[in-house]
């Protein structure tokens, strides 16, 4: 999830469609904070780690 939103980031800002900025930062935000609340010990949607 990190890595797609970081991937929709650099095309969104390449061609200047904003939704993909806006969706790119959505993504790697909830996925940095999935990796931390897995990387803490809790359980994350039924698992224990998240990767």
Not at 29 to 41: D, I, K, Y
Request: charged share 5%; net charge positive; aromatic share 10%.
């Amino acid at each position: 999830m990190i890595a797609l939103g970081i991937i929709l980031l650099v095309i969104g800002f390449l061609t200047g469609i904003g939704i993909l900025w806006t969706i790119g930062i959505i993504l790697a935000v909830v996925g940095v904070v999935l990796w931390l609340m897995g990387s803490m010990g809790h359980a994350v949607a039924g698992r224990r780690h998240y990767w």
